[in-house]
């Protein structure tokens, strides 16, 4: 018998706001709008996404202040996507409403949606989609030096990359889900910066494998790729970081919003969570 209690979740509510930065945050990772791509009109997106104009405006607003869009009035204007580099204030913790996750269920919810999706990848990937996985390896590799944050964004849009590859819209929605919330996770865990090599590396041999078609080759290749971040997980439970009891601090002041934490960002107010 499962004795295991069953754990309600607060609901948030509305969530229209973030919900549209996290529907055009999505659609960029994914580069359905690669950057020097015009969005679809406000009408538009108001309609399909079924929100006021406002609450699209709202989110554009807060996306061009982030550096993402940028947005020019008059009939040869429109949102353009400036950086596919997505600033962390932009990022939902909680993309679905649902409780946060705890790293373990992440890295454990994160192995069969992405060898799923590689193994879907290696059938159906163009060659476009391949160039959009061999630029997120150049922005990974191309500063070494740079912060760890653009290096987990672009690490990310090679997986978001691969997800659109195979054309599993349902699938790679709850790879998006994940991601994001490891986004918040592993910058807390993944001291990376002397395995930069090593991680463009994974993702080189990844690519390669996806390229051959071979599902044995893509399997083999996602088990290495997904081991090396469960292997650093699995370390950082058994030797507790010096800073450890930062997470346990921001638990204790609940999770933040993303609109509180964009809300912060506009205000110019350092973030809760900021570390
Ligand atoms: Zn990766």
Redesign the pocket.
């Known amino acids: 018998m499962n004795d295991t209690p069953w754990r309600f979740y607060p609901i948030s509510n509305p969530r229209a706001f973030e919900e549209v930065v996290d529907q055009i945050t999505f659609a960029i990772r994914s580069g359905a709008f690669r950057p020097g791509q015009r969005l679809p009109l406000v009408e538009e997106l108001s309609e399909t996404m079924g929100v006021s104009r406002p609450t699209i405006g709202e989110a554009i607003r807060a996306l061009s202040q982030a550096g993402v869009l940028v947005s020019q009035r008059g009939a040869s204007g429109g949102v353009t996507v400036v950086s596919d580099n997505i600033p962390d204030t932009m990022i939902m913790r909680q993309p679905s409403g649902w409780r946060e996750a705890a790293l373990s269920e992440l890295i454990e919810a994160r192995r069969p949606i992405e060898m799923k999706l590689a193994l879907l990848a290696g059938e159906r990937a163009t060659e476009a989609d391949f160039a959009a996985m061999r630029y997120a390896i150049e922005q990974l590799s191309a500063d070494p030096k740079a912060d760890r944050l653009r290096r987990i964004n672009y690490?990310?849009l090679?997986?978001y990359a691969m997800g659109r590859a195979a054309q599993s819209e349902l699938l790679a929605y709850y790879q998006h889900q994940v991601l994001e919330q490891l986004y918040f996770s592993l910058r807390e865990v993944v001291d990376d910066e002397k395995h930069v090599q090593g991680?463009v590396d994974?993702?080189e041999e990844?690519l390669t494998a996806l390229e051959s078609r071979s599902p044995s080759r893509i399997e083999a290749a996602m088990d290495r790729?997904?081991r090396?971040?469960e292997d650093k997980v699995a370390d950082s439970r058994r030797k507790p970081r010096k800073n450890a009891g930062s997470g346990d601090r921001r638990r204790a002041l609940g999770p933040t919003s993303a609109r509180a934490r964009i809300g912060a960002r506009r205000r110019g107010v350092p973030r809760l969570d900021a570390n």
């Open positions: 690490d990310h090679f997986h991680i994974l993702h990844t790729h997904l090396w971040m």
